[in-house]
């Protein structure tokens, strides 16, 4: 896949555990953020989303904790399954609201064992 | 419902020949965005486009590329002449064009360019 060569930070983790994945982010003007998952062969899949003026958001298994203090984003999924294995992407939304000028981060790759 | 689709998946040219890649973004979307990603590098925005309008250019790395939507419908994104730092993964995605909180993109699965 397009990822095969990168030197992304990897989490390895066992099937039920919790992942917890990272993120800074650059602009502190930046108002929405956007946790995408990216399989081989696959663009970016949208995960879940967060303004600014929140601070925790929760979907199904995952959550995604924002910290405009030090500018930091993270993602927690529950009970991870061999199916989360991916790469994952934060980013941020400098395009105002309705459009997309998404700022990626470098990724973070899990790989789930069963 | 049809996602967005990317053509051709892989293409494989020479340093100085012309490479055009098409999207066709999902039925009714008005914004379309391309991205790429180099090697090594994050996914890095090109441009947008409101239906036929380029919204944003600004992430177009040099006049070597050029991006167009006839129409409002599919776009094109035409390297020419193609170099080796072009090689990456380019990917698509389309929105609408939304006042709601947030207006989702959707992403192709990108198409792999490599320049030899």
């Known amino acids: 896949g397009e990822n095969v060569g990168l030197h992304l930070p990897t989490l390895s983790v066992q099937e039920g555990d919790n992942s917890i994945i990272n993120c800074a982010y650059s602009?502190?003007?930046?108002?929405?953020f956007i946790w995408y998952k990216q399989e081989s062969g696959k663009g970016p899949q949208f995960i879940i989303d967060i303004r600014s003026n929140m601070d925790k958001r929760q979907g199904q298994r995952v959550t995604v904790l924002l910290n405009k203090t030090v500018k930091h984003l993270s993602l927690q999924i529950a009970a991870t399954q061999p199916g989360d294995s991916a790469v994952y992407f934060c980013a941020e939304n400098t395009g105002g609201t309705g459009f997309q000028k998404l700022v990626f981060g470098t990724g973070t790759r899990l790989l789930v064992s069963p | 419902e049809a996602g967005v689709t990317q053509f051709p998946s892989h293409s494989v040219i020479e340093k100085g020949q012309t490479v055009t890649l098409r999207c066709d973004p999902i039925s009714g979307h008005d914004n379309l965005y391309w991205y790429r990603r180099v090697m090594g590098k994050e996914i890095k925005f090109l441009l947008h486009?409101?239906?036929?309008?380029?919204?944003?250019e600004s992430g177009m790395p040099n006049n070597r590329f050029l991006a167009e939507r006839t129409g409002g419908t599919y776009s094109t994104l035409k390297v020419q002449p193609a170099e080796l730092e072009d090689s990456g993964v380019y990917f698509c995605?389309?929105?609408?064009?939304?006042?709601?909180?947030?207006?989702?993109?959707?992403f192709g699965q990108g198409t792999r360019l490599t320049v030899v």
């Open positions: 995605a389309s929105s609408h064009v939304g006042t709601a909180q947030r207006a989702e993109a959707f």
């Open positions: 602009n502190s003007a930046s108002d929405y």
């Open positions: 486009f409101v239906k036929e309008s380029k919204q944003d």
